[in-house]
């Protein structure tokens, strides 16, 4: 009589004949995959066994363990190559954000420049004041020729709708 159950992914194979178990089973004792070979008495319940050296056993486990060993290598590759990636991804994104604040930060500076000059333009003394640079100072004379022009066409203009009326008076009284 003969049957193999297995225990644990290991086989155990039994066989009885004259009164006695003969046993055979594949184990990893101690990290070597071992085969127990022994039988039992079934009347004195006393047996002996050995333990050998399962090369097939141990070809299957070695194939196994490299196939893991690949395979987490494989993972830790990949996991390196994405956090490679990640770390190159985070510098891009730190390098354009510390040129995008780099370029609001001269954008700043020059609003700022300009601000400064349209204060201290608005606060300088329009004319009169020899801090003036000559350039505002011609500037300032321009000008005032400019208004001063400019005035002397009003008084001419008004001076000429004043004949103007008289005329116009001067003739409605002929007229009648």
Not at 53 to 72: G, H, I, K, P, T
Request: aromatic share 4%; glycine share 4%; net charge negative.
């Amino acid at each position: 009589m003969t049957f193999k159950p297995r225990v644990r992914d290991y086989n155990l194979e039994t066989k009885v004949s004259n009164g006695h178990v003969h046993l055979k089973s594949q184990f990893i004792l101690n990290g070597v995959c071992v085969l127990w070979r022994g039988y039992i008495d079934l009347v004195r319940l006393d047996g002996v066994g050995c333990l050998e050296f399962d090369r097939a056993r141990a070809e299957v486990e070695a194939s196994l363990l490299r196939e893991q060993v690949e395979q987490n290598s494989r993972r830790v590759h990949e996991f390196e190559d994405r956090r490679r990636q990640q770390q190159q991804q985070q510098q891009q994104l730190d390098q354009e954000r510390h040129e995008r604040q780099e370029r609001q930060e001269r954008q700043a500076s020059s609003e700022a420049e300009v601000v400064e000059a349209l204060l201290r333009f608005s606060e300088a003394p329009q004319s009169g004041n020899p801090s003036c640079s000559p350039s505002s100072s011609s500037m300032s004379q321009s000008h005032q020729h400019q208004h001063q022009h400019h005035h002397q066409q009003q008084s001419h203009h008004h001076h000429h709708q004043h004949l103007n009326l008289q005329n116009d008076h001067n003739h409605n009284h002929h007229l009648s």
